[in-house]
């Protein structure tokens, strides 16, 4: 009874919301955010300027979230660099002293308060190595402050004053008048500072709050009441005189609203605790450098850059190509059937029961306009400033939780696998599918910290490789389809998004590193297995000696990875060479190639191997892969289990231990293929498991490319540096809407993939080469003109 309970309630789910309805949803929400965030930036005023300067909150211990944006930790050479011929004058009391300490310690970390590189000039603290930093101590806010400030002014960059009140409070016992008599001597400062700020930058810390339980006596008249009063009055002040809806002497509240959660953590109640300090002097950093050094992770008071020319190109081609979309439909050419989507190991397809109706002219540009449609929302998501941003932090429940609910779906969507052989089609979706799921948790939640959780992710990406050998080379084996076409259909389906994502998003195609790991690989399996002789199944089984030869190729390939692997200087002449170079360069280096590649330089070869071994096995009929069954003898079977178990353990002890991630990476290439082989074990050796299959990780592993891709940039933020938010206030909320329009564009990018596939690359040979040197002419072309308007060197 139970059991029909749970199916028919899968079925009632599954028959009201299909993925069709999903995206429909979808994009009605994508057009309501639009309008929500854009009227809210219209209407609410404010920017990320003011949201950093103003409102933030703890993610965790010392990790400062400013509201809506990203704030970059700034080290010591990008402070010089920002800072460079510029002077920066703090003027204040004790509490602005330790600002300016904590200001000084981002460009000298290794400075104590009391090192001897503050030096006194003309009367002032002043930090004067490679940058000018004054203190200048003026408790109150008096003619005296005013003079002094128009003595400094002239030269100065960067002004931040503040008047601590506990010498006008003390001396005057916290009356109304001496509210009154400091709004009248701020007004008067507040002309000169104006004036400063037209040309430099003007900061007013609000004063933070005092923690009045252990204050000492002769502070006790000091209170948080009267400390807010003071801050109103100067906020009013400042505000007064605003230019185009802007105060030109910005407000410094984000350390105050700091300061409200750990000043009872002061050892006196009065000045704050280092960390607190720490989060004053870095929003001030923020503000200052981001507009200039425009740190990728720091969305802070950064102005976007206009569109480059590509980008302008491709959105008149998507334009263009819904222009001719809507042409067509409008003359009546409606003819126009989806085909199945190939799978991208193996495009094999299911066969409809009808024929399939050939796709008419429509067909392309239709599929051109949907791309085009999630290509503006890209581009919104990170590259215009309408969606916020914030940054990654990391806690075992922000990993550990959302497994456990993927893990409870998984179990729920269980049924029956069609076939039973070891990694059958519906066992590697699977497969693909919760490995994706997990790596997008590992990503969004920053986990990449946690070097337990940083190694088994790695085996993760390794399992990718190694399906990537075992399908490709079973495909090859099997059916020795070594033709054009095929090659070309793989290619695509790999490459098509993100190359479009290269000119939409103006990203090189090695920071999308999966993707050209995995071309790369597939190239060199075809290659391997494609060259003289051709080893097929068919001819294999004449005669042994051809197993052999097999095997040949396969150490070749072997002894060709270890030797670029040892051959680092080798690597890099071979990959610097243009144009190649162009394909596998990310910030004019190599680098990130070699480390990617090495990474995992041997799981590929295993993935080849082990299908080699299995369906050699499979042929000879040593393996039970009937319904039921164990695939080996029953002691055999439990020996391979236990020594898997075991392997799992032992794995997950080593990386628990590791102390460094380099540590770690040297070994993993050679032990990762260990957890992967026992996981599949594991997962094909009961009968009873190979029978059974997560419908609910297989449509994901369907789909694992598009996820993995499109994370980048409407999932995650700033080129995966945070995260996006789209319903500000409200993580929990946020991170399910963000979710579900994210998976729906990865499906859709998907369907609209395998469309122009079918259009751009067509079965006939003599089309499919003339396309191909059409394509291979304008990649000439383009990469001439780009490698022309580099600036030559010294130039």
Request: with cysteine.
């Amino acid at each position: 009874m139970a059991v029909l309970a749970y199916s028919l309630g899968k079925r009632e789910i599954n028959q009201h919301f299909t993925i069709k309805n999903a995206k429909l949803i979808s994009l009605v929400v994508v057009i309501l955010l639009l309008v929500f965030h854009t009227a809210s930036r219209y209407y609410g005023g404010g920017d990320s300027c003011e949201w950093l300067l103003s409102r933030g909150r703890y993610l965790g211990e010392n990790v400062w979230q400013p509201y809506g944006c990203m704030m970059h930790k700034y080290k010591s050479i990008e402070a010089k660099t920002c800072l460079a011929e510029k002077r920066v004058a703090f003027v204040g009391d004790s509490r602005i002293r330790q600002l300016f300490y904590s200001f000084i310690k981002i460009i000298d970390p290794e400075r104590r308060e009391e090192g001897n590189k503050v030096i006194m000039r003309n009367g002032a603290m002043c930090f004067c190595q490679d940058i000018f930093s004054d203190f200048l101590w003026y408790p109150e806010a008096n003619n005296s402050m005013k003079e002094q400030e128009q003595g400094v002014g002239s030269g100065i960059s960067i002004l931040i004053p503040s008047i601590y009140l506990q010498w006008s409070i003390k001396l005057h016992s916290g009356s109304s008048e001496t509210l009154q008599q400091y709004k009248v001597n701020l007004t008067a400062i507040a002309v000169h500072l104006e004036r400063l700020a037209d040309h430099g930058e003007v900061y007013w810390v609000l004063q933070d709050p005092v923690n009045e339980e252990v204050l000492s006596e002769n502070r006790k008249m000091i209170t948080n009441q009267q400390l807010e009063l003071y801050n109103e009055a100067a906020a009013d002040v400042l505000n007064s005189s605003k230019r185009n809806g802007r105060s030109r002497v910005k407000l410094l509240a984000a350390s105050r609203q700091a300061a409200l959660e750990t000043i009872t953590l002061s050892d006196d109640g009065l000045h704050l605790p280092e960390s607190t300090r720490n989060v004053g002097a870095m929003v001030l950093m923020n503000s200052v450098c981001n507009k200039l050094l425009r740190p990728i992770d720091g969305s802070c008071c950064q102005t976007l850059p206009p569109p480059n020319f590509l980008q302008k190109l491709s959105a008149c081609f998507f334009l263009g190509s819904a222009l001719v979309f809507l042409i067509l439909h409008v003359l009546g050419n409606n003819r126009h059937r989806r085909p199945v989507p190939p799978d991208v190991e193996s495009l094999e397809e299911k066969k409809p029961a009808t024929a399939a109706v050939p796709l008419g002219p429509k067909a392309p540009f239709q599929a051109l306009c949907r791309m085009g449609i999630i290509m503006g929302y890209f581009y919104l998501c990170d590259r215009a400033d309408v969606f916020m941003k914030e940054q990654k932090f990391y806690t075992h429940s922000t990993f550990f939780i959302p497994l456990f609910y993927i893990f409870v779906l998984g179990v729920f969507y269980s049924e029956n696998s069609k076939e039973t052989k070891l990694l059958n089609r519906e066992q590697t979706d699977e497969w693909k599918g919760w490995m994706q799921l997990v790596i997008l948790i590992y990503h969004i939640s920053g986990a990449s910290a946690f070097i337990p959780v940083y190694m088994h992710v790695r085996v993760l990406v390794a399992a990718y490789l190694f399906q990537t050998g075992y399908g490709h080379f079973s495909f090859f084996w099997l059916k020795g389809d070594f033709g054009l076409y095929r090659v070309c259909q793989v290619l695509f389906r790999l490459n098509f998004l993100v190359l479009v994502l290269c000119v939409v998003m103006d990203r090189p195609y090695q920071f999308y590193y999966f993707v050209p790991l995995v071309t790369f690989w597939f190239v060199v399996i075809y290659a391997t297995l494609a060259m003289w002789p051709q080893i097929l199944q068919k001819k294999a089984n004449s005669s042994g000696i051809w197993h052999l030869g097999v095997l040949v190729k396969l150490l070749g390939l072997l002894l060709f990875i270890c030797f670029f692997a040892f051959s680092q200087g080798f690597f890099e002449s071979i990959f610097s060479m243009w144009p190649i170079s162009k394909l596998f360069e990310l910030n004019g280096s190599i680098h990130e190639w070699w480390f990617r590649w090495k990474l995992d330089r041997f799981a590929v070869i295993h993935g080849m191997l082990f299908a080699f071994i299995y369906l050699v096995l499979q042929k000879r009929q040593v393996l039970s892969e009937s319904k039921g069954e164990a695939l080996f003898s029953v002691k055999i079977s439990n020996l391979l289990l236990f020594l898997s178990v075991v392997s799992f353990i032992t794995y997950s002890i080593w990386a628990s231990s590791c102390k460094t991630k380099t540590e770690c990476n040297e070994m993993h290439p050679y032990i990762s293929v260990v957890q992967i082989l026992a996981f599949i074990l594991i997962r094909n050796i009961p009968g009873y498991a190979r029978s059974i299959y997560s419908s609910f990780f297989a449509w994901f592993g369907k789909i694992s490319l598009e996820l993995f891709i499109c994370q980048y940039h409407i999932w995650l933020a700033a080129d995966t540096k945070g995260i996006l938010v789209l319903i500000p206030g409200n993580p929990s909320l946020n991170i399910m809407l963000s979710t579900f329009i994210f998976v729906c564009v990865a499906h859709e990018i998907s369907l609209i993939t395998n469309d122009l596939a079918q259009v751009v690359i067509p079965k006939d040979s003599v089309a499919l080469l003339k396309r191909l040197g059409a394509v291979g002419l304008f990649s000439l072309i383009v990469l001439l003109l780009a490698r022309g308007s580099q600036p030559t060197p010294g130039a």
